[in-house]
């Protein structure tokens, strides 16, 4: 039986106290940034962003695979020989990959505005990097290692951070800047994993029939969760494309902006999540269902929570970002964003993986991704209505929240309908008081309604609270 106390208390403590620094930095990325460039340099800088987001995913899946097949495991018992072999190859992968690209890219570069051009050359060149990285902190994630994955994982955006606040000072208020910054992060990010963790790149090889056989079977597992992290994005993606491609660069720069705020608050999901996946590969049928529920209803209280966090933001962000505050009213939709993305990663993702149901995870993703695409066409290429578009976004990942979590209650038999319509009526409630009334006047009704939904399931919530205090 696994102490959850003891495994929490272990690896969470190091999860959570890198997201609180990872916080900081963040809160300074979303929030001097925008102040320091204008407009247009900060939607050319989000496009960059938006574009690396794709880059770590041409491995083709075998980075998933060898996670999967090493979540919950030693570091010292995984197959040192075959996962050398493993690296070198994607790293050739990722150099050919590149250099394909590239060519392709600049053969059309007479049909690209210079910036778009530029962004994308650098985007290309993150591709062998963001894979190595991804290479180590994977493996280290996924055998336990969390206090070391934790420390890399916030040592890039360290190193960013005292070169941003670096050029801040000197004024150099060109996206270009900030971009070399990044690259220059990862390099020395990945420089010194490659130093520490040698022992993965540096020694004997396995036989090359080995080696196929192995790197056949991760790429078989890996590829649905690749697809399905793939397919996660896109759901996203799509969205943020057609509005790049239908309206101007502010206008994506300042929905990028209001994004950005709603990822910030997902940061302590993500620092719970990491440590989750081992547990739950360790757990039986009966404890993976007790958790699942007492997790749930405490997220719910917390996504109530959050939200009144909505309306203080909201004032000070007017106030610091003038230029900004024609597209802040945005943020009132994208916030919930925080609850259904919570629960995919805390539960849906972290769940189907344990269980490997990659299968279903990409059903899932791929479905919102047709659904993301059509509401695309409908409402930015149909109607052009950025209003509607904006809407889809949190309409999407919210259907992909809950028919993730309709099949997980399916799966462990446990009725969790009651759940879903609460959640979408608080949804509903915070939208309707952030959109329609003044923010004091819509802070003191959200907050009186907190207040009545907190009460009517205090015992539901003190219960929860127990099962982890007690386990």
Not at 131 to 143: A, P, R, V, Y
Not at 243 to 251: G, K, V
Not at 272 to 277: A, C, G, M, R, T
Not at 370 to 397: E, G, M, Q
Request: proline share 1%; charged share 15%; hydrophobic share 55%.
């Amino acid at each position: 039986m696994i102490n959850m106390n003891k495994y929490f208390i272990k690896n969470i403590s190091y999860s959570i106290l890198v997201q609180i620094i990872y916080l900081g930095i963040s809160i300074f990325n979303v929030i001097v940034v925008p102040k320091f460039l204008d407009i247009q340099s900060y939607g050319f800088w989000q496009l960059y962003l938006f574009y690396i987001g794709f880059a770590g995913f041409f491995h083709l899946g075998l980075i998933d695979g060898i996670y999967l097949k090493y979540g919950g495991s030693d570091y010292n018992m995984i197959k040192k020989n075959i996962v050398r072999m493993q690296f070198w190859s994607l790293v050739l992968i990722e150099v050919i990959f590149s250099c394909i690209i590239y060519f392709i890219l600049f053969n059309i570069k007479l049909s690209l505005n210079s910036d778009k051009y530029i962004i994308l050359l650098f985007s290309i060149f993150n591709i062998t990097i963001i894979t190595i990285q991804t290479f180590f902190l994977f493996i280290l994630q996924s055998t336990n290692r969390i206090k070391e994955y934790s420390f890399f994982s916030i040592l890039n955006k360290f190193i960013y951070f005292i070169f941003i606040t670096i050029i801040i000072f000197l004024k150099f208020n060109n996206y270009i800047y900030f971009i070399f910054i990044d690259i220059i992060s990862k390099i020395i990010t990945i420089t010194i994993l490659m130093l520490k963790y040698k022992d993965l790149i540096i020694g004997p090889f396995s036989t090359f029939k080995f080696f196929l056989i192995e790197t056949k079977n991760d790429l078989l597992s890996g590829n649905k969760l690749m697809l399905s992290n793939i397919t996660g994005i896109l759901i996203l993606g799509v969205i943020r494309f057609f509005i790049e491609q239908y309206w101007d660069i502010e206008t994506f720069g300042k929905i990028s902006f209001s994004l950005n705020i709603s990822q910030v608050l997902l940061l302590f999901v993500s620092a719970i999540s990491i440590v989750l996946f081992p547990l739950l590969k360790k757990l039986n049928e009966k404890r993976l269902r007790e958790l699942y529920e007492n997790i749930n209803i405490l997220l719910m209280f917390i996504f109530i929570t959050t939200l009144i966090s909505y309306f203080p933001i909201r004032y000070i962000l007017g106030i610091w970002l003038p230029s900004f505050n024609d597209k802040l009213n945005y943020l009132v939709i994208l916030f919930p964003i925080v609850l259904y993305e919570s629960k995919m990663s805390l539960l849906g993702n972290s769940y189907l993986k344990s269980l490997r149901k990659e299968g279903k995870m990409l059903k899932f993703n791929f479905i919102s991704f047709l659904l993301s695409t059509f509401l695309c066409i409908l409402f930015i290429v149909y109607f052009k209505d950025l209003n509607l578009a904006v809407a889809s976004i949190l309409f999407v990942f919210a259907f992909r929240s809950i028919i993730t979590e309709l099949y997980l209650s399916q799966l462990f038999k446990i009725k969790i309908l009651h759940n879903i319509m609460i959640e979408l009526f608080i949804t509903i409630a915070f939208i309707a008081t952030g959109w329609l009334f003044s923010l004091l006047l819509g802070a003191i009704i959200f907050i009186i309604l907190y207040l009545l939904l907190t009460f009517i399931f205090r015992k539901q919530i003190m219960h929860s609270f127990s099962f982890f205090k007690n386990h």
